[in-house]
């Protein structure tokens, strides 16, 4: 295990627990980033080789956190959005078509579908606060459904879906799946295959330890013949880098989504903090992060005067516990989120109470501290 106080030095009487917003970068991360800046800045790209290893690195190592079969299945793009716009912009869509989706998804999740109404493709919004939520999506499946499009972890209540089932559905049915995997990968254990997932995107800046702006685009082989290219430039040919060559077709490997110049200094800081992942390994991350979603659910649960709005079995956790105080309206919950950022608790407002999300860093003590300052905090009358 690495030495997570070195890695994570944050600042005095400061409590992240938002990791299900912006991430914190570890130290490795930070230094990379130094590092590449002053390389710029002496030697500009003299190295471009070395970048160009740092950039496969990037690739292994998200192969190995999303359980791909290979980095040629791994692209990089800018964000989460971008890649559930490849897919929508991507597929040859029929009138009468349609999506399923969630009700409790992030607005990326949902608006990129709901464009396709223009095309005659309607959306269909699972309702998922029951007690079976999968049963809920796949009740909505029919001989017109192309897509099924869902969170692993829905970003407010934190509910974690089963994707191997809804994976199982969706081939039995010739039904395309994709994943928005931003609230669980680099949090929670992933496996792209054994889910039967045809498309996985995930930004890196949330559990991943990362900075905004590089993003993971799984694609499986099959799926992404299926998807018509809708941006093209030099990097995104087979032979790039053959600047002389006339004739051109797009690359076999995902790379044939990526079309231009890379992010770098986005591509040096991702690999370092996959590197941390990496070696305390996803099995021990898992275990941090659910430890600490039983210990803040346990602890709203046995105060009266909070409300739960996370699941309570065990299988549905994720990193992220929100709740309520039960004598707060929705503009006091506005000011008691206002006061915990003042004093140092970073914390989000989401779904109609307080999201915490720490990471499996994240020091026991401060679980205990955040919510006592919740509880004790008074609305001025
Ligand atoms: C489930 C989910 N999807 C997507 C996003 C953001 O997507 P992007 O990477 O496009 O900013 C968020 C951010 O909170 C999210 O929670």
């Excluded at 669980?184 to 992933?190: N, T, V």
């Excluded at 991943?208 to 990097?235: D, I």
């Excluded at 210990?295 to 649960?301: N, R, S």
């Amino acid at each position: 295990m690495p030495d997570l106080r070195h890695e994570f030095p944050l600042d005095e009487g400061l409590i992240y627990l938002n990791h299900a917003a912006v991430g914190v970068w570890p130290r490795r991360t930070a230094e990379a980033v130094k590092q590449f800046a002053d390389e710029n800045m002496c030697r500009g790209a003299q190295h471009y080789p070395a970048w160009m290893q740092r950039e496969q690195s990037l690739r292994q190592r998200l192969a190995w956190l999303v359980g791909a079969a290979s980095t040629e299945d791994i692209a990089l793009l800018k964000n989460t959005s971008e890649g559930l716009s490849l897919i929508a912009a991507g597929l040859d869509w029929q009138t009468g078509d349609n999506v399923i989706s969630s009700n409790q998804e992030f607005p990326s999740n949902r608006i990129v579908w709901e464009s396709l109404a223009r095309q005659g493709v309607e959306l269909r919004q699972a309702d998922i606060s029951g007690e079976d939520p999968e049963a809920a999506i796949i009740a909505c499946m029919d001989g017109q459904t192309r897509l099924l499009s869902v969170s692993s972890v829905q970003f407010a209540g934190g509910l974690r879906l089963d994707l191997k089932r809804l994976g199982e559905a969706c081939r039995e049915r010739g039904i395309l799946f994709c994943v928005d995997a931003i609230q669980s990968l680099g949090a929670l254990s992933f496996d792209a295959g054994a889910c039967h997932a045809d498309f996985v995107v995930a930004d890196g800046h949330k559990w991943m330890l990362g900075p905004e702006g590089v993003a993971l685009f799984y694609t499986h082989p099959e799926a992404r013949e299926r998807l018509r290219l809708t941006q093209f430039g030099w990097h995104m040919v087979e032979h790039a880098g053959d600047f002389e060559r006339r004739d051109w077709r797009p690359a076999k490997s995902a790379r044939r989504f990526e079309p231009g110049s890379p992010n770098t200094p986005g591509i040096h800081a991702l690999d370092a903090s996959l590197s941390l992942l990496q070696q305390a390994g996803m099995a021990q991350v898992e275990a941090g992060v659910l430890q600490r979603t039983a210990w803040l659910t346990e602890a709203v649960l046995h105060d009266e005067g909070f409300e739960l709005l996370s699941p309570v079995r065990p299988e549905r956790m994720s990193g992220i516990v929100s709740f309520r105080r039960r004598d707060l309206d929705a503009k006091e919950h506005a000011a008691l989120y206002r006061h915990l950022m003042q004093a140092g608790t970073v914390c989000a407002l989401r779904g109609g109470g307080i999201r915490f999300s720490p990471h499996f860093y994240t020091p026991m003590q401060h679980l205990g501290e955040a919510l006592t300052m919740a509880r004790e905090w008074s609305p001025v009358a």
